[in-house]
């Protein structure tokens, strides 16, 4: 996602991501990347939990990721140390004003990342959007 910041921001939205390490590896991490948005931690993984994210060892090693990591080391993607809970799945989330979820892409195994198209999709019917428009609008992925 790091090369859809300013797409993002365009949109009149802001990039943040949730990690599961410490503060000092997010620290670390942050330095170390010259990450350009706000990077939280929830090393109790709550906030995972509350989203409905999968944690397990048969979700982040099934057949699926071993496709994801060889298409990462074709484009040059290389998997650091791995830091906090190994076996935690992320997602991503659109969230509007007001905490309603208007995309949610929740990974199946390693390697599974939403579709940035379909975010910023998601982003751009929020800018569309007036208020009291009926239905939740959420778009779903994974």
């Given at each position: 996602m790091r090369g859809e910041v300013e797409a993002i921001r365009a949109l009149g939205a802001e990039l943040a991501v949730v990690g599961n390490g410490t503060p000092a590896q997010a620290k670390a991490f942050a330095s170390s990347h010259e990450v350009p948005f706000p990077l939280y931690v929830d090393p109790k993984l709550?906030?995972?939990q509350a989203a409905g994210l999968r944690r397990g060892v048969l979700d982040t090693l099934s057949p699926g990721s071993f496709g994801h990591a060889l298409r990462a080391l074709r484009t040059g993607a290389r998997q650091g140390l791995t830091q906090g809970d190994p076996w935690q799945l992320g997602g991503a989330f659109v969230i509007a004003p007001g905490g309603r979820v208007a995309f949610r892409h929740v990974s199946r195994n390693a390697g599974d990342h939403a579709d940035a198209?379909?975010?910023?999709?998601?982003?751009a019917k929020l800018g569309d959007r007036t208020a009291g428009a009926g239905g939740d609008g959420a778009e779903r992925s994974g």
């Amino acid at each position: 996602m790091r090369g859809e910041v300013e797409a993002i921001r365009a949109l009149g939205a802001e990039l943040a991501v949730v990690g599961n390490g410490t503060p000092a590896q997010a620290k670390a991490f942050a330095s170390s990347h010259e990450v350009p948005f706000p990077l939280y931690v929830d090393p109790k993984l709550a906030a995972y939990q509350a989203a409905g994210l999968r944690r397990g060892v048969l979700d982040t090693l099934s057949p699926g990721s071993f496709g994801h990591a060889l298409r990462a080391l074709r484009t040059g993607a290389r998997q650091g140390l791995t830091q906090g809970d190994p076996w935690q799945l992320g997602g991503a989330f659109v969230i509007a004003p007001g905490g309603r979820v208007a995309f949610r892409h929740v990974s199946r195994n390693a390697g599974d990342h939403a579709d940035a198209a379909r975010i910023r999709k998601a982003l751009a019917k929020l800018g569309d959007r007036t208020a009291g428009a009926g239905g939740d609008g959420a778009e779903r992925s994974g």
